[in-house]
């Protein structure tokens, strides 16, 4: 077993195919479908199943997929770290749902520290991948929230990835409008007031066993349901479709990008807590110290 051979899984899991997954690549199929099946050989199980149709994770393999990438990430924070050239580079990683107010902090800590040379990355994706990247450090911090209704789960996933949990914010349920929807007047909304038109929620879907959603209720049975997993495409539905989504309330008239939404006050209830994750036992660089710093400035609780 090699770290070829991982990021190959890894690749192929992420796709309908061998052949999708070659491309990707842009190694040969044989050669991408002869190293996998060595691996499988090797660790005595298979990682997928192959049909006409297209592959698919075996129960096994998504249990491998997990510690595949906690390895593969492992690996490149190494080869980030001490065999990429400019080694003199600082370097800091934060992951993060879609919250504006983290990718502000992130901001103000380069403005703040204006290091001479530096290798940043901010990471906005999902839930599950915000958990997996601050486990296994690909990223120091994480910023994540979760619903009333979603509490219980998160808080396992909590303690199963050994992650410190510090809320920042409660917000209530508040729907996103395009301006010119015909209900954007409103100063609350039922959530079955809404049930002609189309919900667009971020995509959390994942090969775990574990359904998370980043929007409050999570466990609302929507008539019209869109998923995306880009926030300009979000937006660009909301606005084409008369579509809405539910989150909670933060809007900033400094971000050009959601000028044109509004927030109308939702009459159920499912308030989502906010806050920020570090892996247990480990020691911030000053990026991530300056980092959570930035954080604590939005507390609330």
């Known amino acids: ?57 075996t129960d096994e393999g998504r249990e491998f997929l997990t510690y595949a990438k906690a390895a593969v990430g492992q690996y490149e924070i190494l080869e980030d770290r001490y065999l990429s050239r400019g080694g003199e580079k600082e370097r800091f990683s934060v992951s993060t749902q879609h919250y504006n107010f983290a990718i502000r902090a992130f901001a103000e800590v380069i403005r703040r520290m204006d290091p001479d040379k530096y290798d940043f990355s901010i990471h906005e994706t999902k839930i599950k991948e915000v958990l997996d990247d601050v486990s296994s450090l690909k990223s120091e911090v994480g910023v994540v929230s979760f619903s009333g209704s979603g509490e219980t789960l998160i808080k396992k996933l909590f303690r199963d990835y050994r992650l410190e949990f510090t809320p920042l914010m409660r917000r209530d349920t508040y729907v996103y409008l395009w301006k010119d929807h015909e209900l954007a007047e409103r100063d609350e909304i039922s959530i079955e007031e809404m049930r002609d038109y189309p919900c667009v929620a971020f995509d959390q879907s994942n090969d775990g066993n574990f359904h998370l959603t980043e929007e409050a209720m999570g466990d609302y049975s929507f008539d019209k349901m869109i998923k995306s997993d880009d926030r300009a495409t979000t937006l660009e539905l909301i606005a084409e479709l008369g579509g809405y989504s539910v989150g909670c309330g933060m809007l900033s008239e400094e971000d050009s990008v959601l000028r044109g939404l509004v927030s109308v006050k939702m009459k159920e209830e499912d308030p989502l807590t906010i806050g920020y994750i570090t892996r247990k036992g480990s020691s911030l660089s000053r990026y991530g110290e300056e980092y959570v710093s930035e954080l604590l400035k939005y507390r609330e609780i």
């Open 1 to 57: 077993m090699n770290i070829t051979q991982l990021r190959y899984v890894l690749a192929a899991a992420a796709s309908s195919s061998m052949r999708e997954a070659a491309a990707k690549l842009y190694v040969s199929q044989p050669a991408l479908s002869a190293s996998i099946r060595d691996l499988e050989d090797e660790i005595g199980t298979p990682v997928f199943e192959r049909t006409n149709k297209g592959i698919t994770l």
